[in-house]
């Protein structure tokens, strides 16, 4: 049974580097034809599909974001992570990282971390 949790800090100052880091147990990063995701809720609003890393190390973002975001892994640690740069407070909610057979996707079809709260505030 995978298990995704996230981890970082709950709180980020504006213009900052928001850093989070997804550990994977019962599964591995590179195994075929899986796709690992972020996706964020703000608060009051739908989920929105950050971007991705492919088993095989392929990344695609949402253009909304993709000046300011990057998904890497480490697959010794079975973690991946997720960096967004020059963070406003528009960037405040929820952040679930998650597996699924889709590169694009916010349906609940898949394996979802917990998710972490992140407030962007001075």
């Known amino acids: 049974q995978v298990q995704l949790v996230e981890s970082g800090p709950g709180l980020v100052r504006p213009s900052q580097t928001l850093s989070l880091t997804c550990t994977v147990s019962?599964?591995?990063?590179?195994?075929?034809?899986?796709?690992w995701i972020w996706i964020r809720q703000p608060p009051g609003k739908g989920l929105e599909w950050m971007g991705a890393?492919?088993?095989?190390?392929?990344?695609y973002y949402n253009p909304s974001v993709k000046s300011r975001i990057s998904i890497s892994r480490d697959t010794s640690k079975n973690q991946f992570t997720l960096e967004l740069t020059a963070v406003t407070p528009e960037d405040t909610g929820v952040y679930y990282c998650l597996r699924d057979r889709l590169i694009v996707t916010t349906q609940r079809s898949g394996t979802w971390g917990p998710g972490i709260q992140v407030t962007v505030s001075s």
């Open positions: 890393i492919s088993y095989s190390g392929n990344t």
């Open positions: 019962g599964g591995s990063i590179t195994a075929d034809n899986y796709n």
